[in-house]
DNA sequence: ATGATATCGATAACATATTATCGATATCAT
DNA sequence: ATGATATCGATAATATGTTATCGATATCAT
């Protein structure tokens, strides 16, 4: 058994983004101290979960009163490795990757796209929302100067592995992908496939049984 | 306990997409048998949980041959309702909401955006890959009248329980939601949030591990 | 025909994640 | 000060999902 001190499963990863919206609110609305019940009232959770994965933060509770918002806060941003942020190539210059490009979102989350590569020449040497668009060929050169360790994939199903294995060659030690098909890597790099098929059939099968 | 023959585990039916594009694939290289051994290897999956997942589809597969693809192809669609197209609004036409608009895949996943909608006048009744835009104001007859079931929500975090809210009263049913927020909806609705930030969080602490 | 083997499908063991229970403690009202 | 109460945090119970085991069966080679 892994009883892995800094090991936090990852369904709790993924909650956390999400306590970390709501107390952002909180605190907005001048909050500054919040119990797990209200939370898990709130988004739905059951109250022991939510102190489980709070006390994952190293944050601790105080009874009568709840957790300290901004302490809260700032923890998870540690947690979530939001603060020294990570730098990121996105490869396919799409509408989807467009719009990733244009989404300015994600430097909140601590990622930073800084440069773009096609296939397709009229794209490329153009800027879109301040990231320059090169082409494929220059992918190499550039990700492992920059000591680039995350590659965004929004090129179709077909193209995709290949341009897998080129950002790993490259350096790159985790994917992004949003091609729908699966990639093989070596063990040590992490493919998060964002999955859009997948909350299409979880849809689709609630709207049955509604039927 | 609760055995439904029709219930099946959310992370199951996730993976059946990824079934589906494999088997795809094999049929195009001209396979027509195709065991679950082979197809653990190649998904990175347990055997034994590639045997139960199909199983649920209700093909039964042959020893020593394995499952006919096109059986499971055609079961798989079934299951996942790819055949009997849903009818979908988009709500937010800002750069995510027009790649989403834009994205010809979706039929292909039984999903079908027929309108959109937005407060912004100027972008209004264009048409963007063949969609209308709409004046938020529409929102609600257009929605019953069509007797649409799922929403799609692209709006910034602020209004999307609003929207969530106008979704609901116009009788939509399943609500694919792009915002960071939690969305509050009666029980007989289903929430599918996508998730980006959840998904960086995964691919940080995997950099993180790494380091 | 017969035996070897790949594969299935069912059952059982295990791991993980979620939920319930309960004593301890800080706050608040009296 | 004191007692009532909300809340925490630890432990236990349950549920769910994953993996291992094993007998049964269809195919293939001899």
Redesign the pocket.
């Known amino acids: ?2 009883t892995n001190i800094d090991s936090i ?4 990863l993924r909650r956390m983004p999400h306590y970390l919206n709501y107390l952002y609110e909180k605190k907005n609305d001048g909050v500054t101290h919040i ?4 939370i898990a009232e709130e988004l739905d ?5 939510v ?2 994965d ?2 994952r933060t190293g944050v ?8 300290d918002v901004d302490e809260l806060i700032l923890n998870i941003t540690e947690l979530l490795g939001y603060n020294n942020s990570h730098e990121a190539v996105l490869v396919g210059v799409g509408q989807l990757g467009r719009a990733l490009l244009s989404y300015k979102g994600f430097a909140s989350y601590g990622l930073n796209i800084v440069v773009a590569f096609d296939t397709d020449e009229s794209i490329c040497n153009r800027k879109i929302n301040g990231k320059k668009v090169f082409h494929l060929s220059k992918i190499k050169e550039l990700v492992s100067r920059l000591k680039i360790r995350i590659g965004v994939i929004t090129v179709p199903a077909k193209n995709a592995q290949d341009i897998c294995d080129l950002l790993i060659e490259s350096g790159v030690l985790a994917i992004w992908n949003f091609a729908p098909v699966h990639l093989k890597v070596p063990d040590n790099i992490l493919v998060q496939n964002e999955n859009m098929a997948a909350s299409l059939a979880i849809l689709s099968q609630h709207l049955k049984e509604k039927r």
Do not use: Q, Y
């Open positions: 058994m892994r499963s990852k369904p709790a119990s797990s019940t209200v959770l059951n109250p022991v979960k102190r489980k709070l006390a601790i509770g105080k009874p009568k009163t709840g957790f």
